[in-house]
Structures are given as structure tokens and as C-alpha cells.
């Protein structure tokens, strides 16, 4: 069975090769045409999407996988009319693909570009996010790339229902369907086979939680780019507008508690602590969550006493950790130990401090007197996202068109050769 498995994983991707191939010299505006086209044939196939969704909802809430995923997993007409515009809003995005990103003439007449091209064959790994097929798929086309969708098996109706659906809107225009490929998801072995399929695949991107990042790190050969655990933080500086944080706190904890984006502690400054903390605890309980306060955070306001484990907790949940600090400097330490290179935020109206933290912390995004939830591909105007990439290396925060490139230096002589050492 392995052996067949891997044969199938690997001849997916040989054929992907192909179709990446007829998609690197594709126009914009063919790219363009079929990414409204799978837009509008989503929306009329909302009702057999909505229906085998269904199907993976009844049997995740049946083996209790959990609110969190549930949420991930779940499609109705607005979320499948969000993602259809999510693939409009990379249609109108500028195309990458042969940009320049530097060039000059040297003294010899050699005229040099470096210019941006696709990268080939791309791997996505990712959990119960049906939205993640769509938007892979969508932005690896655009960017002239195929791409390999590995899903898991809690997502395999409402994900099968979606290729299928893109897979022919692909052939309808001429382009090949297998640029979109959906993998095996009942055997663990099929991740392997695809994240080291080296030579055939360029590129694998995991996007899930902190287990399965790690495990396609850790045994990949082909590169990959690391997404998206978020233990991000709101720091309540000792000069923020105290209801200004408020907004900021719940809009980041409460807008879509199961995202990579959504706050999961809050550090308050101790100057500000006596003011925000007993009014920021009552509006989050308002909302329906659990506030895991420190000793002082306890002092001031009815908390559950925080242990370790919370500080390095990505709840997903309605659940969130508090702490006081004594100074901007120990915010930006407990960032430092505890958080994931995500997204972390400052609440203040002292623009040195401000200035501070931003140089200081080291994460993908940073927010000054804005919300977390902000760190968004769509909300960025990179339209939809692959993930939010924590790694430094070519890509760092949102993954738009641009990140699903890379370059080659094209340069032009008139018989120029190069003189003997």
C-alpha cells in the first residue's frame, strides 16, 4: 500500500509538473478570466459544496473533534460567497510573474534583470480549512504556479466537492485541470510521500497546527516555508487610551476566536492595571471568555489563576491569559520567551514607546493601536493568503502573489564572452 501510495502521490506531481509548465508562460488576463470564472462557478455550486460540507460536519461532531475545527470546517453561502470574492480580489491583484525586481547595464554593455517567475509545483499540507483549497488555488494559479492540496480527512467531502468544481472551470478554458490536484488524506504517508518528493515538488507550505508544522519541518527534503502557530499578545501600554484598548483586546480575543490571529494574552501595564483591568475582565466575560489572570490581574478583577502552561497556550478558544508587567521592557521580554513570531500589538499614544516596541519585538506583523485580526491577507490588499509565514527566509507574514514566486537573472549580450583568468 505504501508503495502505491507514494506511486500515486508521486505521479500527481509529475503531471503537475506539466500543467506548471503551460501556466508559466499563461497571460494575465486568461489567469484573470478563469479565476472569476471558478469565483462564479463556486456561488452557483454553493448548494452541492453546502451539502457535502455537510457530510464533514456530521462526522467531525460525531468522533468530537472539537468547537475550534468545527468552526474551521464549516461552510455556508457567506462564507463560500467570501471565498469566491477572495479569488476576484486576486484577479484584480497585479501579476508578479515577470516583474523586475532590480536590473542595471554594466560598464561591458551587459544589460542584467532579475525577474520575478514562478516557482513550479507547490504543496500545501493543512488541516479542517476547506476556505485553504480555494485560496491555494487561486493564488499558486495566479502566480503561475500547480499546486498539490493535501487536506486532511476531516475536510475530504466539502475539499473533493471544491477541486471539482475548480478542476472543470480549468478545462472549460483551455487550461490543464491538473494545475489543481487533490491528494490522498486517509494515510499519514501521502504527507511524506509529498514533502519529500524532491525534483518533483519545489516548495511545501504547512498550515495547521503547531504539530503538523513541525512534523513537515522537521522531515521535509523539498523547502518549505513555515506558517502560522499565533500566540500573539496585546500590550496595554502605560500610555494607551484605556478604551481604545478595550475595543482593540475583544475585537482581537472575540472576532474569530479559532484563527491564527486571534490574541490569546494580554499584558498590562502595572501604571494602567488599576483602571483597565477590572473593566477590560467584565466586557470579556460579556463576550463569553475566560480570563486566565497572574496574581495582580487576580487582585484587581474575578480571573481563573493563570498557570505556566497559559503564557505558551494557542487557545483558539474563547480562553485568554492576562498579565501585569512593570515595564514596556518586560512586555517585550515575555513576548520574546513566549510567543510565536506571529502578530503582537501595542495599545499607546507615546509614540517613542511605540517606536520601541516596534524595533524590539520580533514577529511576521506588528500592530501599533490596531487589532491583531488585521493580519490578513485580504485585509493587507494582498487579497486572499496561502498562510502567515513566521520563517524569515524569502517570505514573512502574509503569503500574497509575490511570496509564490522567485526570480531569475536574465541576462542580454551582443557576443560578450569573458576573458581567460
Known amino acids: 500500500m505504501t508503495d502505491e501510495l507514494r506511486d500515486q502521490v508521486h505521479d500527481a506531481a509529475r503531471r503537475a509538473r506539466v500543467a506548471a509548465k503551460i501556466l508559466a508562460t499563461a ?31 456530521a462526522a467531525g461532531r460525531a468522533a468530537d473533534i472539537g468547537d475550534a475545527l468545527l468552526d474551521r470546517l464549516a461552510l455556508n453561502d457567506k462564507r463560500i460567497a467570501g471565498i469566491a470574492d477572495g479569488l476576484r480580489s486576486v484577479a484584480g491583484l497585479p501579476d508578479p510573474v515577470g516583474d523586475v525586481r532590480r536590473g542595471s547595464t ?65 478545462a472549460d478554458n483551455d487550461f490543464p485541470a491538473d494545475a489543481v490536484q487533490l491528494l490522498p488524506c ?17 516548495l511545501v507550505i504547512p498550515r495547521g497546527g503547531a504539530g503538523l508544522i ?9 523547502p518549505t516555508i513555515e506558517t502560522g502557530v499565533g500566540n500573539c499578545h496585546v500590550y496595554v501600554d502605560r500610555g494607551a487610551d484605556l478604551e481604545m484598548a478595550r475595543r482593540i483586546l475583544i475585537n482581537s480575543k472575540t472576532r474569530r476566536p479559532s484563527v491564527c490571529n486571534a490574541a490569546e494574552t494580554v499584558l498590562v501595564h502595572q501604571d494602567v492595571a488599576e483602571r483597565f483591568v477590572p473593566e477590560a475582565v467584565r466586557q470579556l466575560k460579556e463576550h463569553g471568555v475566560t480570563v486566565h489572570g497572574d496574581k495582580r490581574a487576580a487582585e484587581l478583577a474575578d480571573v481563573v ?50 517606536r520601541e516596541f516596534v524595533a524590539r519585538v520580533d514577529a511576521a506583523a506588528v500592530m ?12 493587507m490588499g494582498l487579497g486572499a493568503e496561502i498562510g502567515i509565514s513566521t520563517q524569515k527566509l524569502h517570505a514573512r507574514g502574509p503569503m500574497g502573489l509575490a511570496e ?13 564572452v569573458r576573458a581567460s583568468s
Open 368 to 379: 501599533v493601536n490596531a487589532a491583531t485580526s488585521f493580519t490578513d491577507g485580504g485585509e
Open 27 to 57: 497571460n494575465t488576463q486568461s489567469k484573470n478570466a478563469v479565476l472569476l470564472a471558478m469565483a462564479d462557478a463556486l456561488q452557483a455550486s454553493a448548494a452541492d459544496i453546502i451539502v457535502a460540507n455537510g457530510r464533514d460536519l
Open 106 to 170: 554594466l560598464p561591458n554593455g551587459l544589460e542584467l534583470r532579475q525577474v520575478q517567475v514562478p516557482l513550479g509545483v507547490v504543496g500545501i499540507v493543512y488541516e479542517a480549512r476547506p476556505n485553504v483549497t480555494v485560496d491555494a488555488a487561486g493564488l499558486t494559479l495566479k502566480a503561475g504556479n500547480a499546486v498539490l492540496l493535501r487536506g486532511s480527512s476531516n475536510a475530504e467531502q466539502s475539499n473533493t466537492a471544491l477541486v471539482k468544481v475548480l478542476r472543470e472551470v480549468l
Open 186 to 202: 486517509h494515510d499519514r504517508a501521502s504527507v511524506r510521500h509529498l514533502i519529500t518528493a524532491r525534483g518533483l515538488v519545489d
Open 404 to 416: 509564490l514566486t522567485s526570480t531569475k537573472w536574465v541576462v542580454w549580450g551582443d557576443g560578450h
Open 305 to 354: 489563576p493563570a498557570v505556566d502552561a497559559d503564557w505558551d497556550t494557542e487557545y483558539l478558544s474563547l480562553d485568554i491569559a492576562m498579565r501585569v508587567v512593570d515595564s514596556l521592557d518586560e512586555a517585550v521580554d515575555h513576548i520574546g520567551e513566549h510567543g510565536s513570531g506571529h502578530t503582537e500589538a501595542i495599545v499607546s499614544d507615546d509614540v517613542r514607546a511605540a
Open 214 to 222: 513541525a512534523a513537515v519541518v522537521q522531515q521535509a527534503t523539498v
